[in-house]
């Protein structure tokens, strides 16, 4: 089945460094990558979604100055968080969708996730 | 606008014992529904989802769902649970034509031996 790897699994990093986590569909080109954001004991929120070769598009209400997303292959999308601060730690999880515009009918397949702890 | 809820936080079962997990939606037109699985620091899994057609959906690992449109209810059941089911389960939904999936607050699942 389709598989999509995340790295980091966790990091632990300093307030005001930059983190970059790494999301790629293993067996499968990925058109439509989306990236989640998932506090503690609480529900997925959709940050952003992006296509390959185009810039992604934002959810009302998240920074796209803080959460720097690249998409630059059919396997590989970057989320950056820039200038972390404690308020950013949460889990991210992304999912890929092998369908031209990750439309409904296609399946989302989701990362195991990142944890991230900004100190 | 759209939105899903699942009004149980925390449901603690017997092994062995029957399941449901309650989703309500709310949208004006056919929604695209999801039921996923969340085992402790995972990623999800997708257990089932109904696009159209066959009201009652059936899913991996023993599970099944029921789209009610009467009651925008497409809850999640499984006739005996096994201790390795205990998990977060979240249930989904999305428009007819876009991409981006609603997830409603999830379900703590926790079963008794």
């Known amino acids: 089945g389709a598989v999509v790897s995340q790295h980091p699994s966790r990091v632990i990093c300093k307030s005001g460094t930059s983190v970059k986590i790494e999301c790629r569909s293993l067996?499968?080109?990925?058109?439509?990558m989306f990236w989640y954001r998932q506090f503690p004991k609480q529900s997925l929120m959709l940050m952003a979604t992006s296509n390959e070769g185009s810039k992604a598009t934002y959810e009302q209400g998240v920074e796209k100055d803080k959460f720097l997303i690249n998409h630059a292959s059919l396997t590989l999308s970057t989320l950056t968080v820039t200038s972390a601060h404690p308020e950013d730690s949460s889990f991210y999880i992304c999912?890929?969708?092998?369908?031209?515009?990750?439309?409904?009918?296609?399946?989302?397949?989701f990362g195991p996730g990142t944890r991230l702890t900004v100190l | 606008a759209q939105s899903v809820t699942q009004p149980d936080i925390h449901i603690t079962v017997s092994e062995g014992a029957s399941l449901e997990l309650r989703c309500n939606y709310s949208?004006?037109?056919?929604?695209?529904l999801f039921w996923y699985v969340q085992s402790p620091g995972q990623g999800l899994q997708l257990l089932l989802k109904?696009?159209?057609?066959?009201?009652l959906v059936q899913g991996i690992k023993g599970f099944e769902a029921e789209f009610k449109r009467s009651q925008s209810s497409f809850n999640l059941r499984k006739p005996s649970v096994h201790w390795s089911d205990a998990a977060e389960y979240f249930c989904?939904?999305?428009?007819?034509?876009?991409?981006?999936?609603?997830f409603g607050s999830g379900t703590r699942l926790s079963i008794r031996p």
């Open positions: 109904y696009f159209s057609g066959d009201t």
């Open positions: 999912s890929a969708s092998p369908g031209l515009a990750g439309g409904v009918g296609d399946t989302q397949y």
């Open positions: 989904a939904s999305s428009y007819h034509s876009a991409s981006k999936i609603i």
């Open positions: 067996d499968f080109q990925a058109t439509t």
């Open positions: 949208y004006g037109a056919t929604p695209y």
